[in-house]
């Protein structure tokens, strides 16, 4: 339970492997992400203008409204990102969706294997492959996310964390931060 929370649209795809049960997840999504992204402004003004919590008591500004978030499920990936940006870049198109989700799940394959992971649990003589040699059980969480001033980002020593910071640091137009294992780069 979520106090003050708004829905987002989702499209699950996790082990959703029917071509035809893709198609008409991907298809309801993009009526759904048009209908959203539509009444976005709307949104915000019913419920942040004029709350009492300062972050969200704003004017409406489609880059730093947290209603822009859309997230997608895959099998090895957790997307969220902007709705609007998502139904552009798709042009409303479903099965443009489909085909870029289709690749990002081939390349963390891609990924995974030439890291020599393998997704079998059983070796070919039926003993048990070593776990740290098996895909990882949970899945890459790609968040896109406008950090505001005095955010704290917290992760453990096994994540990945890139910040982009939109405000200028001294002369440089953008700067990303990368950190990996506690150490930044």
Same mark, same amino acid.
């Given at each position: ?18 071509? @035809? ?19 976005? /402004?709307?949104? +915000? ?7 009492? &919590?300062a972050s969200v008591n704003c004017n409406y500004e /489609?880059?730093?409204?947290? %209603?822009? @978030? ?6 090895? =990936?957790? &997307?969220? %990102? ?16 489909? #085909? ?9 394959? &891609?990924?995974?294997? +030439?890291?020599? &992971? #393998?997704?079998?649990?059983?070796? @070919?003589?039926?003993t048990a492959v070593d776990v740290k040699d098996t ?27 890139? !910040?982009? !910071? ?5 002369? =440089?137009? #953008? ?11």
């Open positions: 339970r979520v106090s003050g929370g708004a829905e987002v649209p989702f499209l699950d795809l996790y082990q959703v492997t029917d071509g @035809a049960e893709r198609q008409k997840r991907a298809q309801a999504y993009v009526k759904e992400l048009q209908a959203y992204v539509d009444s976005m /402004e709307a949104q +915000h003004e019913k419920l942040h203008k004029g709350s009492k &919590l /489609e880059s730093g409204c947290i %209603l822009g @978030a859309s997230d997608i499920m895959l099998d090895t =990936m957790m &997307l969220s %990102l902007p709705a609007s940006q998502i139904l552009k870049g798709s042009g409303g198109n479903a099965e443009r969706i489909l #085909t870029s989700a289709e690749a990002m799940e081939n390349m963390m394959h &891609l990924f995974y294997q +030439h890291k020599g &992971l #393998t997704k079998n649990t059983q070796k @070919a003589d039926r895909y990882p059980s949970r899945h890459l969480n790609i968040r896109y996310q406008r950090m505001f001033a005095g955010a704290f980002m917290g992760c453990t020593n096994k994540s990945l964390v890139i !910040l982009r !910071l939109y405000k200028p640091l001294s002369r =440089m137009k #953008t700067c990303n931060f990368i950190l990996h294992n506690n150490v930044f780069a």
